[in-house]
């Protein structure tokens, strides 16, 4: 079994930035795709970006040119800087690991991400 572990989130003033950090642990096992989903009050969880184990990456519009998602592969974590935060991107938000255990997603617990001012 994965385990996740997140963190980083807090409270921002809108144009701030914030590093949401994860950490993967478990049995011997192999990191397909890393990526971040947000859900925000009263709606859906979202994807949020994704990196895949060549490195291939790929975000959602809404944060495109402000996020950036990374991963070390030697800590089996992944990443996510958060730069010119805007009010909307206020949410909770969880890592999503597929790995030769769990090839349908491994979760975390989630971290909260408030941008007000």
């Known amino acids: 079994q994965v385990q996740l572990v997140e963190s980083g989130g807090g409270l921002v003033q809108p144009g701030g930035s914030l590093r949401l950090s994860c950490a993967a642990s478990g049995s011997i096992f192999t990191i397909y795709r890393m990526a971040w989903y947000r859900q925000a009050p009263g709606k859906q969880r979202e994807f949020v970006a994704h990196?895949?184990?060549?490195?291939?990456?790929m975000y959602t519009d809404s944060v495109k040119g402000r996020f950036a998602i990374s991963r070390d592969n030697a800590k089996n974590s992944v990443y996510l800087q958060m730069n010119s935060l805007k009010p909307e991107d206020t949410a909770v938000y969880y890592c999503?690991?597929?790995?030769?255990?769990?090839?349908?997603?491994?979760w975390g617990q989630g971290t909260q991400v408030t941008v007000s001012s």
């Open positions: 999503k690991v597929l790995s030769s255990l769990n090839p349908a997603g491994s």
């Open positions: 990196i895949t184990s060549s490195g291939n990456i």
